[in-house]
């Protein structure tokens, strides 16, 4: 199985690059780091995708697989408006806007016994693989 990586940004050391950072705003800043961590695992049966994302609620992902990629999306659902600003002191993620992961996943695996669960936090998704026998078929000569 292969990922589609989410490349951070490298750390910005200098004080010039700071300032233009916040001085344009370019928007990148708000999605560095706030991509779910994820574990994939694999075994004799298939894979097992784990996404960290907690303080969510399952009915506020969506799956779908398209050409032999998984994404997984969350959209930020609206909120009871308090009126109260929040400012942080620092602020490492944010799921604020919402996100799309999405995973390369290979023709042996079988799409349609896909399954998903969310358990303390983290999303596991079971992808399992087609059984062997049915990747190849022998053809009678007649």
């Known amino acids: ?15 010039l690059d700071r ?4 001085e344009f705003n370019t928007g990148f ?11 994939i695992l694999e075994d004799d049966e298939g894979f097992e995708i784990q996404l960290a994302l907690p303080g969510m609620k399952k009915d506020d992902f969506k799956m ?3 050409d032999n ?3 997984v999306v969350y959209e930020k659902k609206e909120a009871d408006d308090k009126g109260e600003e929040v400012e942080y002191l620092k602020r490492e993620f944010s799921f604020d806007d919402g996100f799309t992961r999405s995973f390369s996943i290979p023709k042996t695996a079988d799409v349609d016994k896909i399954r998903a669960r969310y358990e303390n936090g983290i ?12 990747l190849s078929k022998q053809i009678k000569i007649s």
């Open 1 to 15: 199985m292969t990922i589609i990586r989410w490349q951070n940004r490298p750390a910005i050391s200098s004080m």
């Open 123 to 134: 999303l596991y998704i079971r992808v399992p693989k087609i059984d062997k026998a049915r």
């Open 69 to 71: 990629v998984l994404s």
């Open 29 to 39: 800043e708000r999605n560095c780091g706030c991509m779910p961590a994820t574990n």
């Open 19 to 22: 300032m233009f950072e916040r």
């Open 64 to 66: 779908e697989v398209e």
